[in-house]
């Protein structure tokens, strides 16, 4: 059973930068694509970004060009770099299985974007 935890986000001002991470525990790490995803209060799941097994990413497009997802198997740790930060990126990011299992949901991690 992997168990994911998040860590590193906070409270920043427009245009600043966080750096957030993903510890997974368990062998199958290394072999699985992954996802950073995140929910706003009233709404869905969403994923942001996303990387393989080989690090190919994928972004939404509302992140594109500001985040970057990034994985060292070694360390069995993804992480998100997130700069450019907006007052609606403003949610609580998870990790998470890309395609997300259900039963490895985390508590995730609030970043608050706000002068």
């Known amino acids: 059973q992997v168990q994911l935890v998040e860590s590193g986000g906070g409270l920043v001002q427009p245009g600043g930068s966080l750096r957030l991470s993903c510890a997974a525990s368990g062998s199958i790490f290394s072999i699985v694509s992954m996802g950073w995803y995140r929910q706003a209060p009233g709404k869905q799941r969403e994923l942001v970004a996303a990387?393989?097994?080989?690090?190919?990413?994928n972004y939404a497009d509302s992140v594109n060009g500001r985040f970057t997802i990034s994985r060292d198997n070694a360390k069995n740790t993804m992480y998100l770099q997130m700069n450019s930060l907006k007052p609606e990126d403003t949610a609580s990011y998870y990790c998470?299985?890309?395609?997300?299992?259900?039963?490895?949901w985390g508590q995730g991690t609030q970043v608050t974007v706000s002068s």
């Open positions: 998470n299985f890309n395609p997300a299992l259900s039963a490895a």
């Open positions: 990387i393989t097994r080989g690090g190919t990413t």
